[in-house]
């Protein structure tokens, strides 16, 4: 006996519910889908000449071709009768459709991703989704071609997506932006996604063009020890990482110290520290890098400044100052900022001046005209 090949599966979208806050997935052609666990209803893929007709099964509204009698529900694959009720089920799409308009019920729409100008790398272990809004925007072209590609494509130690972040970073910092320092990054990925292993791989890649000096700046001192599993996951255990707070304040690269090169892991009140002498952490920091400094910085956690621009009566905080006092010491350093909640409010983006958003030669002049423009 012979089956019937089964149809592709369709490409689908990812919503979050409004209601309950779980997701669930929509096929393409699907209109309006109620959330499986708690019947809240969300709009998705409207044709407006498309005939509507719910699901007697999934109970999805789907866009069906007018010229057809049945046709299969491009959710569960059901046939369904186009023409049955189909006043009824327009004039309730156009109620939701006037809902979600009004500030009703508004679910978060989002669809899987994958790099769409990238080919290298194995598929992310995870799921991972976009804004529905966010995939329709293209992304740049990528004119970077990693000096590490062999190694990754051989180890599989990124996934297609962390690399592709790692190419469109390195392509970045070749910039600069229009007041003169070099151009930073963002990495924003939420949780889970593998920033760390992402910022290891820059390092590696930098490694291999001979910038050897790395300034890892993050929120506990802990986090040194995942920055080390990170490296030796990339096949990098050949560079060293130092804790900043375990090192004397003089200078790192004499020989009682011995810090050449590597990577110094800091936390952000170390960055803030000072001895009893009156030298600081900053200051030993730059000295060890030097006045022509072009390797890495990389905030982790980078939301720690975002108080540089407090709200009104408040102070800036001694984190943001010194995060954009070391941009400024070192313009010529590749600058990653990476955090899934980088700002919550365009204030909080004070810190982020390599990329470029405000500042000479810009639109804005300076960050208070940023600040102030209508959205």
């Not at 519910?17 to 998705?44: D, I, K, W």
């Amino acid at each position: 006996m012979n089956r019937q090949p089964q149809p592709p599966p369709p490409s689908t979208a990812r919503a979050r519910c409004a209601g309950c806050r779980t997701y669930f997935s929509a096929a393409q052609g699907v209109a309006e889908l109620p959330c499986p666990n708690c019947q809240m209803p969300h709009v998705f893929f409207v044709d407006s000449s498309a005939v509507k007709i719910r699901c007697s099964s999934c109970k999805a509204v789907v866009n069906a071709p007018s010229n057809l009698s049945k046709f299969p529900c491009p959710q569960c694959h059901v046939r369904i009768d186009v023409h049955a009720d189909v006043e009824e089920v327009n004039e309730l799409v156009n109620e939701v459709e006037q809902e979600e308009g009004d500030g009703g019920i508004a679910g978060e729409t989002f669809t899987d991703y994958r790099p769409s100008k990238l080919s290298i790398g194995s598929p992310h272990p995870d799921p991972i989704v976009e804004t529905s809004s966010l995939s329709a925007v293209q992304p740049p072209e990528p004119t970077y071609d990693p000096k590490i590609k062999n190694d990754l494509e051989r180890s599989k130690a990124l996934s297609c997506l962390q690399i592709e972040t790692l190419v469109y970073a390195c392509q970045r910092h070749l910039q600069h932006v229009p007041s003169g320092p070099r151009a930073g990054f963002f990495i924003g990925d939420g949780a889970g996604v593998g920033k760390g292993r992402t910022v290891a791989g820059l390092i590696w890649e930098n490694w291999h063009h001979g910038r050897r000096k790395t300034l890892w700046i993050s929120v506990g001192s802990d986090l040194k020890f995942d920055a080390r599993r990170d490296l030796d996951d990339m096949g990098a255990s050949c560079i060293s990482v130092h804790a900043l707070n375990k090192l004397p304040y003089t200078k790192l690269d004499t020989k009682s110290v011995g810090v050449r090169e590597g990577v110094i892991f800091s936390t952000y009140s170390s960055l803030i520290a000072s001895s009893d002498r009156g030298r600081t952490r900053m200051q030993q920091l730059v000295q060890w890098c030097g006045p022509k400094f072009d390797g890495l910085i990389i905030f982790d956690e980078c939301h720690k400044a975002k108080n540089l621009v407090p709200e009104k009566d408040k102070k800036p905080t001694k984190t943001g100052q010194a995060v954009l006092d070391i941009q400024a010491q070192l313009p010529e350093a590749r600058v990653v900022y990476c955090s899934a909640t980088g700002a919550s409010e365009p204030r909080n983006m004070a810190y982020m001046v390599r990329l470029g958003l405000w500042g000479a030669g810009t639109f804005f002049p300076d960050f208070g005209e940023f600040l102030v423009c209508p959205r």
